[in-house]
């Protein structure tokens, strides 16, 4: 001790005398306690009457989890099959005013407008806006960059064109005097322009033969290099021979040309030029429906207009136009290519106050321009490919996770219901905050990811953020986004509730045929604690409606109807969960517990239908209480289930 104090005093002369203070009223304290004190009280706990522990776990679940999980976590929602909850949309959610962090632009899904979550049926977006956005886009994005051309580039085989472009010197045709008529080709002809360069094997030569003769070849070609062509059968030769150069599962094409070595030789007057040519994935192991597709008649059809507006728009350079897929692919998703199919996600940016009946063409214009406005300064410079990435996983990979996590959700609910006093919404709802975010369950093994991977799909950064925050999403599904993990999905929480329902009706016997100690019912009180705070937390949501409406006056807004059918079927369904509870106490017919199961399922599914599986738009702290207020009715049940009062 000496010592210690001793170096204290060398190092800390300031604080020597607090800590000496310390040090020594510790040893003092240490010699005299007995070390029982300092383990422990596990008794103390495993003599807690029968369902007061799991009150308490669902306390601490609900209480310490945010309102975005415990929405995700919920058994009810995940009930409905992976292709989406029905669609529902109030006409008058669309009058509203919002401040939009994110907006969803997708086909056919419920239109819910709100003040944080803001989703858009894209088909309703016009072609006229279509047309306008892509001009916008065009205005600063370009689907070809320039280069210096390269130092072994051989002038014998190829020509460069006064607009960057090349042309073969075996070729008949000659370039034209006069530039093509200005026309601006479509968002689709420009993701078909895209999908004909993304990841063709530049280093491979093809020989394209037609009518007995060679017709095209790719020797001599530098990586990503823009071939002028006079005609869309022109555009054909080079169309193929790029799905030639790329992997079997983009193209059946490959699979149809003959190679001897280092060249590959195609003869297209063999191949069925109408059939589907390419089915390019460009967000990361997409399922196949929703992969481009197109062929090779529609890709040279589009390479054609594409060329014929660079040799429009551009001016005359020394330097050699080099695709740019990322660039390309962009100008098609602002452009709208996605509207009819897909979804897009534009988040991150400031919202605008106070817009009322917004349209939305309006709603998309507005939000476009505030992208391009944002990414403009790096527009056709290498900086943009570090601004854009795509991703996904392989669903294949997930399967031992699907058949791991459906064992494990069983076993947890069962065991649940057998050696405590959970009723059959809890155990799942319990079992699911185990199991949320990491194994996947079927429906992220076909819409998504789970939380330890990047969502999904096409996505732009919002330029010098710190964090990456990723400011648009596109994908060629038109599922709902899953920005955040995601919730159990119809299988495991069907196979979990089933496994619920078994332990609840053999609890007796597995617990003698695993010689656990009896079951001791829970006491009378412990149900009406439970009943009583989901009266409380259900109070304490209307209290926190009174007192925003005393202050805002918004509860009559159109804005407000999600929130106004959250607090509806959340209290009302409170009340009639407790006050079943307490007729079936008073009657002594607790063994109709499972009903209290049912209405709370039922009271949310109106939730998830109004906003298709997301949660509602609504302040957090009313939404934190809603939640606790099921979590607590589906409390009730359990308690109710297994208490003493059975008659």
Known sequence: MAFVLGLLQACF???????????????????????????????DVTSWPSGVLLLASVLYAALGTNCDSLWDLDSTVGLFMWTGLPVFSLPVMQRVHWVAKACHFIPRISTAHGKSNFWIRSEEISHVTRWDALQKTLAILHPVTYTSLPINFDRSLWLPTPEGLLRSTSSSSTSPATKPSSTIPSARDFL??????????????????????????????????????DSEEDALYITAAHMVARPHSQSIIRSLSKSDGQVSHLNLDTIDLDMSACSIDFHSYSPDENKVTASLRELAAAYFRVVQYIKVSGEPTDSLAQISVGQSLWISIFGGVLFDSGRLTIQNLPGKWGVKKFSADEAYLQRLESMLEIIAPYANTPAFEDLVFSGGTSRHATLPFLLAGICGQMIVCYFLCVG?????????????????GRLTDLHSLFSSKNSHTEEPGMKMYVPRSPTKEIMVVATFNRSPPRTRPLRPGFLLNLMGAMAAIFGTIFRDQTRT???????????AWVAYTTIALALGTAC??????????????????????????MVYTTVVGSFAVSGLAIFFMKSSATGMWPLLDIVTYLTAIPLGVLENGRMISADDNMLHFALLTRWMMGAVASAVGSSDMTG
Do not use: M
């Open 13 to 43: 002369p300031v604080l020597t005398p607090r800590l000496t203070v310390t040090l020594i009223a510790t040893t003092f304290l240490a010699s005299i306690l007995q070390p029982v004190l300092a383990q422990a009280p596990i008794s």
């Open 192 to 229: 078909l322009f895209a999908a004909h360069h993304y990841h063709v094997f530049w280093e491979t030569e093809v020989n394209i033969y037609h009518g007995g003769q060679l017709a095209f070849s790719t020797k001599g070609l530098p990586a990503s290099a823009l071939v002028d062509v």
């Open 513 to 523: 045929a695993l010689e656990f100690g009896p079951s001791t019912p829970t006491p």
């Open 420 to 436: 405590t006093s959970a009723g059959i919404w809890t155990a799942v709802a319990l079992s699911n905050t185990l199991y949320a």
């Open 540 to 565: 304490l949501l209307l209290l926190t409606i009174i007192i925003q409406q005393i202050g805002e006056r918004t509860w009559t807004d159109d804005g407000e109807i999600g929130q106004r059918w």
